[in-house]
């Protein structure tokens, strides 16, 4: 069992310049079609992710019966750390 690495769990924040934690904060809208067609309902999901296809991954795996009709992207997510360390 030579060479095997360790995955970790993978989160939509990444290291950015300022050294802080940042993710894209998109808005995808659209429709639900868990239901019947003619009671389709309109609604926005907010997404923090790497990138757009990382959201729209997400939506596809926990929002299977969303239609996104359209995306904005809303801004930049930074999360500082607390730690003395950094």
């Known amino acids: 069992m030579k060479g095997r690495v360790k995955r970790t769990a993978r989160s ?3 290291p950015g310049r300022t050294r802080a ?4 904060l998109f808005e ?4 639900d079609l868990s239901g019947d067609n003619e009671q389709s309902v309109e609604t ?3 997404v923090a992710a790497n990138s757009i296809a990382d959201g729209l991954a997400y939506l596809r795996r926990w ?3 969303f239609e996104v009709r359209s995306v ?4 930049l997510i930074t999360m500082v750390s607390g730690s003395p360390l950094d």
Do not use: D, I, K, Y
């Not at 934690?21 to 894209?24: L, V």
């Not at 995808?28 to 429709?31: D, E, K, L, V």
């Not at 904005?72 to 801004?75: P, Y």
């Open 21 to 24: 934690c940042e993710a894209h």
């Open 12 to 14: 939509p924040f990444r």
């Open 72 to 75: 904005r992207w809303l801004g």
């Open 44 to 46: 926005t999901e907010q």
């Open 28 to 31: 995808f809208a659209g429709r």
């Open 63 to 65: 929002q299977s019966n």
